[in-house]
Nanobody, 112 residues
Framework: QVQLVESGGGLVQAGGSLRLSCAASGSIFSSNAMYWYRQAPGKEREWVATISSSGYTGYADSVKGRFTISRDNAKNTLYLQMNSLKPEDTAMYYC??????WGQGTQVTVSS
């Protein structure tokens, strides 16, 4: 049974940084592409970033240059380093694994 548990969210001022983590279990983590998504109140869930099993990354235009996705296969953990945060980054952030597995989310709130 695949389990994904996010952590690291919180309240931060605009311009600040946060690092989200996603601990994975129940699958061969290193073999799977991993994703970060987010959903703001009243909006649809949107894709943020992807990292392939071989480490290739991709980002939404809205976060490119500010966010960095990475993975530690030895720790079965996915990360999202978020810098230069903006109020519009406020959302629930979810990690997801290839195969349509989702975590419960962690809230990020950026104050202006």
């Amino acid at each position: 049974q695949v389990q994904l548990v996010e952590s690291g969210g919180g309240l931060v001022q605009a311009g600040g940084s946060l690092r989200l983590s996603c601990a994975a279990s129940g699958s061969i983590f290193s073999s799977n592409a991993m994703y970060w998504y987010r959903q703001a109140p009243g909006k649809e869930r949107e894709w943020v970033a992807t990292i392939s099993s071989s480490g290739y990354t991709g980002y939404a235009d809205s976060v490119k240059g500010r966010f960095t996705i990475s993975r530690d296969n030895a720790k079965n953990t996915l990360y999202l380093q978020m810098n230069s945060l903006k109020p519009e980054d406020t959302a629930m952030y979810y990690c997801a694994q290839q195969g349509n597995y989702w975590g419960q989310g962690t809230q990020v709130t950026v104050s202006s």
